[in-house]
């Protein structure tokens, strides 16, 4: 039963509010009302505030699905459009809140306004799963704490903890630090909540630790993660050194590259694997935690339970296909890569070098192969973690779940495949298949090889879309397009109707128009009106070679700067294998403000709004990358397709930090709806002649 608490409304004192909304209903939490402070504050310290003049404040009974939801306090019905009176700090003032119920799982949502009407939104702050409470824990262990100075209380509860005493005086009768003699006291620490808060059309950093904490745990040393707890709580030991890598839950728990990204039909975006950890030597290795996910309801990262099941072999460059709204399928993959900036006659290139074997020593010659041969299946409804053995090691590769023969079959496609006898990494045509069905039944999918012929040209370094994408993820005609050793073979489409029984996989080969390009980016963009979709490519390079280290332990790739134009793929004939291509014209776009001279990328993303009623012919965002010179960009291209039939660059959008073999999801559900996640990925430190190393940040866009 609901009960309906009534309270009058006191006066309006500055930056102090009271719950009187009549909307204050619940089912949660007891009848006691108390009082609860929001800390307002820009993760990345770049917020601009000179446009946050109004704000109105909502605080929900649990996470809601829409703004609409019912609330137990909101600012508009109590206060109107409340003025922000900003301190000379320029800083958003902390906002207080009375006589509000006290309950768990409470959602906080804030928007900040230009105008007095709060209808022109400049910024926006979320923070879900707080609890509204008299008395938080650390309340109540600081009151259990006997002090007689401040430094006591800080060094025992927290940094902005005091002794509450009365304070001897010094020479100009202000209090100090320290307790009257013969004083004692006991330690208090307010506690006000974090709202983390966004600039609207920007892309905004999330938490980050700051220079002072991480100077701090690089004084101390350990052996293990227990020594660092010291320092803060999310503190690991990195080589004898604690460090904090991130700030779970307001960041990802650690910097990660060359990772997989998956969007849950919940909202949920799942990481999978990528680099997470650097050595002295320079070399990357995938490391834990393998998982991780972004929850948009609440704004806040998490670790899942798969992580407890997953006793698998880490990877990063590995290959995934989502399935069924459940199953995360993993495939191949390398466990340690090399990666550096080179310089020669043609020009910069970046070269990624893959070892044969890993440099970990306590390990048999089997499991100290570099390269993998291991598939995960992740099932997201039960968090179950489940590894099997492919038919070979393989990295450079694509997957997908496709339908051949009335059977859900996983497909491996190209990539480079390793041999052990051979001591070497080249291009190979079909890798494998696997019993799509009985992996999502969390049997033995029985992988099994499939032999180089005329089923695929022989191809790494390409992608791959769905041309007829199907509820579970599954599709029926399949592309892969670019990557080929053979420039007569730039794509082949996979036409339903296959014989899996007899291997007659019916590859139709496609000549055509179409550029050579390895490491492009396919997104399909959706019709309006569910009339199909339109298909492009983006990014790329001509120019690949593999090259065979002296010692014959590694391999490395030769990757040249970007200079393939974007292209639009024409499927309109797609059964009879023809495929035809257009330049997408990005010299004379109509209403372009400039010409986007970083449009040549490599390791970037690409991220698609479907058409709405804001965007009627939706819009593509192409975000961050390496530009044509091997550097790492910040910039943001925005496309957008105004007279339905041409795609026209709009506008440049700014990252906070430049980056590479990131990944950008679309946020799908939940308040965030609309916003554009950007997580992980390399930079490079120019004063150091273009060292590879981690971004430390993740970014949202709000739009």
Same mark, same amino acid.
């Given at each position: 039963?609901?009960?309906?608490?009534?309270?009058?409304?006191?006066?309006?004192?500055?930056?102090?509010?009271a719950?009187?909304?009549?909307?204050?209903?619940?089912?949660?939490?007891?009848?006691?009302?108390?009082?609860?402070?929001?800390?307002?504050?820009?993760?990345?310290g770049?917020?601009?505030?000179?446009?946050?003049?109004?704000?109105?404040?909502?605080?929900?009974?649990?996470?809601?699905?829409?703004?609409?939801?019912?609330?137990?306090?909101?600012?508009?019905?109590?206060?109107?459009?409340?003025?922000?009176?900003?301190?000379?700090?320029?800083?958003l003032?902390?906002?207080?809140?009375?006589?509000?119920?006290?309950?768990?799982?409470?959602?906080?949502?804030?928007?900040?306004?230009?105008?007095?009407?709060?209808?022109?939104?400049?910024?926006?702050?979320?923070?879900?799963?707080?609890?509204?409470?008299?008395?938080?824990?650390?309340?109540?262990?600081?009151?259990?704490?006997?002090?007689?100075?401040?430094?006591?209380?800080?060094?025992?509860?927290?940094?902005?903890?005091?002794?509450?005493?009365?304070?001897?005086?010094?020479?100009?009768?202000?209090?100090?630090?320290?307790?009257?003699?013969?004083?004692?006291?006991?330690?208090?620490?307010?506690?006000?909540?974090?709202?983390?808060?966004?600039?609207?059309?920007?892309?905004?950093?999330?938490?980050?630790?700051?220079?002072?904490?991480?100077?701090?745990?690089?004084?101390?040393?350990?052996?293990?993660?227990?020594?660092?707890?010291?320092?803060?709580?999310?503190?690991?030991?990195?080589?004898g050194?604690c460090?904090?890598?991130?700030?779970?839950?307001?960041?990802?728990?650690?910097?990660r590259?060359?990772?997989?990204?998956?969007?849950?039909?919940?909202?949920?975006?799942?990481?999978?694997?990528?680099?997470?950890?650097?050595?002295?030597?320079?070399?990357?290795?995938?490391?834990?935690?393998?998982?991780?996910?972004?929850?948009?309801?609440?704004?806040?990262?998490?670790?899942?339970?798969?992580?407890?099941?997953?006793?698998?072999?880490a990877?990063?460059?590995?290959?995934?296909?989502?399935?069924?709204?459940?199953?995360?399928?993993t495939?191949?993959?390398?466990?340690?890569?090399?990666?550096?900036?080179?310089?020669?006659?043609?020009?910069?290139?970046?070269?990624?070098?893959?070892?044969?074997?890993?440099?970990?020593?306590?390990?048999?010659?089997?499991?100290?192969?570099?390269?993998?041969?291991?598939?995960?299946?992740?099932?997201?409804?039960?968090?179950?973690?489940?590894?099997?053995t492919?038919?070979?090691?393989?990295?450079?590769?694509?997957?997908?779940?496709?339908?051949?023969?009335?059977?859900?079959?996983?497909?491996?496609?190209?990539?480079?495949?390793?041999?052990?006898?051979?001591k070497?990494l080249?291009?190979? /045509?079909?890798?494998?298949?696997?019993?799509?069905?009985?992996?999502?039944?969390?049997?033995?999918?029985?992988?099994?090889?499939?032999?180089?012929?005329?089923?695929?040209?022989?191809?790494?370094?390409h992608?791959?879309?769905?041309?007829?994408?199907?509820?579970?993820?599954?599709c029926?005609?399949?592309?892969?397009?670019g990557?080929?050793?053979?420039?007569?073979?730039?794509?082949?489409?996979?036409?339903?109707?296959?014989?899996?029984?007899?291997?007659?996989?019916?590859?139709?080969?496609?000549?055509?128009?179409?550029?050579?390009?390895?490491?492009?980016?396919?997104?399909?963009?959706?019709?309006?009106?569910?009339?199909?979709?339109?298909?492009?490519s983006f990014?790329?390079?001509?120019?690949?070679?593999?090259?065979?280290?002296?010692?014959q332990?590694?391999?490395t790739?030769?990757?040249?700067?970007?200079?393939?134009?974007?292209?639009?793929?024409?499927?309109?004939?797609?059964?009879?294998?023809?495929?035809?291509?257009?330049?997408?014209?990005?010299?004379?776009?109509? /209403?372009?403000?400039?010409?986007?001279?970083?449009?040549?990328?490599?390791?970037?993303?690409?991220?698609?709004?479907?058409?709405?009623?804001?965007?009627?012919?939706?819009?593509?965002?192409m975000?961050?990358?390496?530009?044509d010179?091997?550097?790492?960009?910040?910039?943001?291209?925005?496309?957008?397709?105004?007279?339905?039939?041409?795609?026209?660059?709009?506008?440049?959008?700014?990252l906070?930090?430049?980056?590479?073999?990131?990944?950008?999801?679309?946020?799908?559900?939940?308040?965030?709806?609309?916003?554009?996640?950007?997580?992980?990925?390399?930079?490079?430190?120019?004063?150091?002649?273009?060292?590879?190393?981690?971004v430390?940040?993740a970014?949202?866009y709000?739009?």
């Open positions: 039963m609901h009960r309906l608490i009534r309270i009058a409304c006191p006066i309006f004192v500055f930056a102090t509010l719950a009187c909304s009549p909307e204050q209903t619940d089912q949660q939490g007891s009848d006691e009302l108390v009082a609860m402070t929001l800390q307002l504050e820009s993760v990345s770049a917020l601009d505030t000179t446009d946050i003049n109004y704000f109105r404040l909502r605080i929900y009974p649990t996470t809601p699905n829409t703004v609409d939801a019912a609330t137990l306090f909101d600012s508009l019905k109590v206060e109107g459009c409340v003025p922000v009176r900003k301190p000379k700090s320029g800083l003032p902390e906002v207080r809140i009375r006589d509000l119920k006290a309950g768990k799982d409470r959602f906080v949502y804030y928007e900040g306004f230009s105008d007095e009407q709060c209808s022109q939104r400049t910024a926006l702050g979320i923070r879900g799963s707080v609890a509204i409470e008299s008395q938080t824990e650390l309340q109540k262990k600081a009151a259990a704490v006997p002090c007689q100075d401040d430094a006591a209380c800080k060094a025992a509860i927290h940094p902005d903890a005091v002794c509450g005493c009365t304070k001897a005086q010094d020479a100009d009768g202000k209090d100090t630090d320290t307790c009257e003699q013969g004083a004692t006291g006991t330690c208090s620490v307010a506690n006000p909540i974090f709202v983390p808060v966004y600039q609207t059309g920007a892309f905004n950093r999330f938490a980050m630790p700051s220079s002072s904490l991480q100077a701090a745990a690089a004084q101390v040393s350990c052996q293990d993660d227990s020594d660092c707890l010291v320092v803060h709580k999310r503190a690991t030991c990195e080589q050194t460090r904090v890598m991130g700030l779970l839950p307001f960041s990802p728990e650690r910097p590259a060359f990772h997989e990204a998956f969007t849950a039909p919940d909202g949920r975006v799942t990481f999978v694997g990528g680099f997470t950890t650097i050595d002295g030597l320079n070399i990357f290795t995938a490391g834990a935690p393998f998982f991780e996910v972004f929850n948009p309801r609440s704004g806040m990262f998490e670790r899942p339970g798969l992580n407890a099941n997953f006793s698998g072999d990877v990063a460059m590995a290959r995934s296909a989502f399935v069924d709204g459940r199953l995360i399928a495939s191949g993959g390398v466990a340690q890569a090399k990666l550096k900036r080179t310089s020669g006659a043609t020009g910069n290139a970046l070269a990624i070098e893959f070892p044969f074997k890993t440099t970990d020593d306590d390990c048999s010659d089997e499991q100290c192969l570099n390269v993998s041969n291991q598939l995960v299946a992740a099932f997201l409804d039960t968090q179950d973690v489940m590894a099997f492919l038919p070979g090691r393989v990295v450079g590769h694509r997957m997908a779940a496709v339908n051949i023969a009335d059977s859900l079959t996983m497909i491996l496609a190209g990539g480079l495949l390793y041999s052990d006898e051979m070497t080249s291009s190979t /045509g079909l890798v494998g298949t696997c019993d799509g069905f009985a992996l999502s039944q969390q049997t033995d999918p029985s992988c099994v090889r499939m032999e180089d012929g005329d089923m695929l040209a022989q191809r790494s370094s992608h791959q879309v769905c041309l007829s994408p199907k509820e579970d993820g599954s029926d005609d399949y592309l892969l397009f990557g080929s050793s053979s420039e007569a073979i730039p794509a082949e489409t996979l036409v339903v109707g296959g014989d899996l029984d007899t291997k007659a996989l019916t590859f139709s080969k496609s000549v055509g128009a179409l550029g050579k390009v390895n490491f492009p980016e396919l997104v399909a963009l959706p019709v309006q009106g569910g009339q199909g979709e339109r298909f492009f990014g790329g390079t001509a120019d690949v070679s593999l090259q065979t280290v002296e010692t332990a590694a391999v790739v030769l990757i040249g700067a970007p200079n393939v134009p974007p292209q639009e793929l024409d499927f309109a004939q797609v059964d009879t294998g023809k495929i035809s291509t257009g330049k997408v014209d990005i010299d004379n776009l109509a /209403g372009a403000v400039g010409v986007p001279e970083d449009v040549l990328r490599l390791f970037h993303s690409m991220v698609v709004e479907p058409p709405s009623l804001e965007l009627p012919n939706g819009r593509i965002m975000i961050g990358g390496l530009d010179s091997v550097t790492p960009v910040d910039s943001v291209l925005v496309f957008e397709d105004l007279n339905a039939g041409q795609l026209e660059f709009r506008r440049k959008l700014k906070n930090d430049a980056r590479f073999g990131h990944t950008s999801s679309l946020i799908t559900t939940g308040i965030l709806q609309g916003a554009v996640l950007v997580v992980g990925g390399f930079t490079m430190d120019e004063a150091s002649g273009g060292t590879v190393e981690f430390d940040s970014e949202i709000i739009p």
